[in-house]
């Protein structure tokens, strides 16, 4: 009898998790059994495959360039920090979670049929307020995160078959990435997210073994940084590929103890490191200042089996990403039109197909991969991925009744509550004053000079020039080296 009532006590305070759990019971046949294997994930294992794949995706190409803006020595500082910083707010994310859940479940509430999201959570400990300014910036941020994965397939489908050009390659990726209305929840990516996972270790080495291999290029010079404008923009592109929060507490309620994704985040984060490094630092030593001109690792390796082989597996990882960020507006939207618990996965498939269309439309007006990365970064990722986290934590604790009565207490390397305190105000003001002022000064102002170069519904960005007439050959001029184009924020003429 004892034993019962512990048991009871145990679930009150952490959750009806092991309840949850068993839910679906044990498969009964064969199928069921492999559908269970490929299809329904909910272990520890399935968040880290999850979190890892979704963190490093299309960004994994653009690194380089950003080490190109910023040198070596501060693209891997930035890397580590960020890395870190990251890993923290995750971590305040997961507690204000269990906070929320519990609180709720002593409420009797059932979240078997419901999955709690991000603005939830806000509103249930902080209030309709935090709920809708958590809501807008969290929903901005996954939207044009989709339209980054779009604007990536079409970037990278190019370097194997030029033969369209990438706005005609958006509308076709645009079409294939809208299948994904038919995965119903991140319980369901188990097999996406390792496949996922397998695929960017495959290109991140590739990236690193071939430009070792390559050698670098002649007269190659490593100048970053050199501008100011450059250097934030490159620290907000650095700060955008840790930012993977947005979908972090929908991972969470796909586990079947969401409890133990407290460590989770920092282990994938560690392991995206080892991804990260080695190829940005390898295609910068490659090719130095090239990479100014070149927003997009692929287009500066020579093409060959080994390339096409990482274009193709990126592609299929950025349509896998599109749903990751992706699902949770579904989420949203079926919430707002009253379809989340409908039960048949068709009618919800054609209620979710709307979220779509605005994000295909986006990507064809801004095209520009690579300096999008950094805006979305400085003005979305900052609020949403640690100035909110942070805050939310501070202001759900800051009564010594709830510091008593929180579900999760600081650990003491972290210097308990003081030193949780502390580290949230940190995150606050480096944010606003690094990642949004500066880096969304330097971000706005290579954004803008890419709509004046290029202009918005741009057909091709940065695709090489069309080839001169045979008769025109010796009267066009040539083209500006790579050296010239320092001079501008980002290139204007892009050679592959």
């Given at each position: 009898m004892a034993a019962v009532s512990d048991k009871v006590v145990e679930t009150v305070i952490v959750g009806n998790y092991v309840e949850m759990e068993t839910v679906d019971g044990k498969p009964r046949d064969i199928k069921s059994k492999v559908s269970k294997f490929f299809w329904h994930g909910g272990s520890a294992y399935d968040a880290w495959f999850s979190c890892a794949s979704n963190q490093v995706a299309?960004?994994?190409?653009?690194?380089?360039?950003?080490?190109?803006?910023?040198g070596m020595v501060s693209g891997i500082a930035f890397q580590l920090f960020y890395g870190l910083m990251g890993s923290w707010t995750a971590y305040l994310i997961s507690i204000l979670y269990v906070e929320y859940r519990t609180r709720k479940e002593r409420e009797k509430v059932d979240f078997r049929n419901h999955v709690i999201q991000w603005f939830e959570v806000l509103d249930g400990l902080l209030g309709k307020h935090w709920r809708n300014v958590g809501l807008a910036f969290n929903c901005t941020f996954l939207l044009f995160g989709s339209v980054i994965q779009l604007i990536a397939c079409a970037s990278n489908i190019y370097y194997i078959n030029d033969n369209l050009d990438k706005r005609t390659w958006t509308y076709i990726f645009g079409a294939c990435c809208a299948t994904t209305v038919f995965i119903p929840s991140f319980h369901n990516y188990r097999i996406w997210s390792f496949l996922g996972l397998v695929m960017t270790t495959y290109t991140a080495w590739y990236?690193?073994?071939?430009?070792?291999l390559h050698g670098q290029v002649e007269d190659v010079k490593h100048s970053g940084p050199t501008k100011l404008v450059l250097y934030f923009t490159g620290a907000t592109n650095i700060l955008y590929t840790f930012g993977g929060h947005a979908v972090t507490v929908e991972i969470m309620h796909a586990m079947w103890k969401p409890q133990k994704f407290k460590a989770i985040y920092l282990l994938a984060t560690l392991y995206v490191l080892t991804l990260t490094l080695p190829s940005a630092a390898a295609v910068y030593w490659a090719f130095g200042d090239l990479l100014l001109n070149h927003s997009n690792a692929f287009s500066l390796l020579p093409r060959s089996p080994f390339r096409d082989m990482a274009v193709i597996l990126m592609l299929i990882h950025q349509f896998i990403t599109f749903g990751f960020a992706c699902t949770p507006l579904y989420f949203v939207w079926e919430k707002a039109i009253g379809m989340h618990e409908c039960k048949s996965l068709c009618k919800r498939?054609?209620?979710?197909?709307?979220?779509?269309?605005?994000i295909w439309f986006l990507a064809i007006i801004f095209p520009f991969f690579g300096p999008i990365n950094s805006t979305v970064g400085s003005l979305l990722v900052s609020f949403t991925v640690y100035i909110i986290p942070a805050l939310a934590h501070i202001f759900t604790f800051r009564s010594a009744a709830a510091r008593e009565n929180a579900v999760e207490q600081p650990p003491k390397y972290f210097g308990r509550w003081v030193g949780a305190y502390v580290i949230n105000i940190f995150v606050v003001v480096w944010v606003l004053i690094v990642g949004f002022g500066f880096g969304g000064w330097a971000s706005v102002t290579n954004f803008v000079h890419q709509i004046d170069t290029f202009g918005l519904f741009t057909k091709c960005y940065q695709c090489p020039p069309p080839p001169s007439p045979p008769h025109l050959a010796n009267a066009t001029a040539p083209l500006p080296s790579p050296a010239a184009n320092l001079t501008h924020l980002s290139p204007r003429v892009h050679n592959p």
């Amino acid at each position: 009898m004892a034993a019962v009532s512990d048991k009871v006590v145990e679930t009150v305070i952490v959750g009806n998790y092991v309840e949850m759990e068993t839910v679906d019971g044990k498969p009964r046949d064969i199928k069921s059994k492999v559908s269970k294997f490929f299809w329904h994930g909910g272990s520890a294992y399935d968040a880290w495959f999850s979190c890892a794949s979704n963190q490093v995706a299309q960004v994994l190409l653009t690194l380089p360039y950003s080490f190109s803006q910023l040198g070596m020595v501060s693209g891997i500082a930035f890397q580590l920090f960020y890395g870190l910083m990251g890993s923290w707010t995750a971590y305040l994310i997961s507690i204000l979670y269990v906070e929320y859940r519990t609180r709720k479940e002593r409420e009797k509430v059932d979240f078997r049929n419901h999955v709690i999201q991000w603005f939830e959570v806000l509103d249930g400990l902080l209030g309709k307020h935090w709920r809708n300014v958590g809501l807008a910036f969290n929903c901005t941020f996954l939207l044009f995160g989709s339209v980054i994965q779009l604007i990536a397939c079409a970037s990278n489908i190019y370097y194997i078959n030029d033969n369209l050009d990438k706005r005609t390659w958006t509308y076709i990726f645009g079409a294939c990435c809208a299948t994904t209305v038919f995965i119903p929840s991140f319980h369901n990516y188990r097999i996406w997210s390792f496949l996922g996972l397998v695929m960017t270790t495959y290109t991140a080495w590739y990236l690193t073994v071939a430009s070792l291999l390559h050698g670098q290029v002649e007269d190659v010079k490593h100048s970053g940084p050199t501008k100011l404008v450059l250097y934030f923009t490159g620290a907000t592109n650095i700060l955008y590929t840790f930012g993977g929060h947005a979908v972090t507490v929908e991972i969470m309620h796909a586990m079947w103890k969401p409890q133990k994704f407290k460590a989770i985040y920092l282990l994938a984060t560690l392991y995206v490191l080892t991804l990260t490094l080695p190829s940005a630092a390898a295609v910068y030593w490659a090719f130095g200042d090239l990479l100014l001109n070149h927003s997009n690792a692929f287009s500066l390796l020579p093409r060959s089996p080994f390339r096409d082989m990482a274009v193709i597996l990126m592609l299929i990882h950025q349509f896998i990403t599109f749903g990751f960020a992706c699902t949770p507006l579904y989420f949203v939207w079926e919430k707002a039109i009253g379809m989340h618990e409908c039960k048949s996965l068709c009618k919800r498939a054609a209620a979710r197909l709307p979220v779509v269309v605005p994000i295909w439309f986006l990507a064809i007006i801004f095209p520009f991969f690579g300096p999008i990365n950094s805006t979305v970064g400085s003005l979305l990722v900052s609020f949403t991925v640690y100035i909110i986290p942070a805050l939310a934590h501070i202001f759900t604790f800051r009564s010594a009744a709830a510091r008593e009565n929180a579900v999760e207490q600081p650990p003491k390397y972290f210097g308990r509550w003081v030193g949780a305190y502390v580290i949230n105000i940190f995150v606050v003001v480096w944010v606003l004053i690094v990642g949004f002022g500066f880096g969304g000064w330097a971000s706005v102002t290579n954004f803008v000079h890419q709509i004046d170069t290029f202009g918005l519904f741009t057909k091709c960005y940065q695709c090489p020039p069309p080839p001169s007439p045979p008769h025109l050959a010796n009267a066009t001029a040539p083209l500006p080296s790579p050296a010239a184009n320092l001079t501008h924020l980002s290139p204007r003429v892009h050679n592959p």
